[in-house]
């Protein structure tokens, strides 16, 4: 099992940037996808975007294209997603997903983080 704990969120004025980290312990990080999810209280959660085993390739909602990064060191079994030019409507809680595919989109994740709060004042 992989177990998955994202740290990084916080309050932000709106234009602020933001960097999370999400931290998977299991032995054959490389080999999971990951991704992104963010959910707003009384909505649906909702695909941000996802990274290859190797980093390789990304592929991101288009809500958030341009501002939104996906990155990853498997050396340190850690995924981050660089947030810049924040809006009020990205407030919610951001989880992280492992996939065992070795890349895919918006579903197929099999593990997931208890996620962290960002909330963006304007």
């Known amino acids: 099992q992989v177990q998955l704990v994202e740290s990084g969120g916080g309050l932000v004025q709106a234009g602020d940037s933001l960097k999370l980290s999400c931290a998977a312990s299991?032995?054959?990080?490389?080999?999971?996808?990951m991704g992104w999810f963010r959910q707003v209280p009384g909505k649906e959660r909702n695909f941000i975007g996802t990274?290859?085993?190797?980093?390789?390739?990304?592929y991101y909602a288009d809500s958030v294209k341009g501002r939104f990064t996906i990155s990853r060191d498997n050396a340190k079994n850690t995924v981050y997603l660089q947030m810049i030019s924040l809006k009020p409507e990205d407030t919610a809680v951001y989880y992280c997903?492992?996939?065992?595919?070795?890349?895919?989109?918006?579903?197929?994740?099999?593990?997931w983080g208890q996620g962290t709060q960002v909330t963006v004042s304007s």
């Open positions: 299991g032995r054959t990080f490389s080999s999971y996808a």
């Open positions: 997903a492992a996939s065992k595919f070795w890349f895919t989109t918006k579903t197929g994740y099999d593990y």
């Open positions: 990274i290859s085993g190797d980093g390789a390739r990304t």
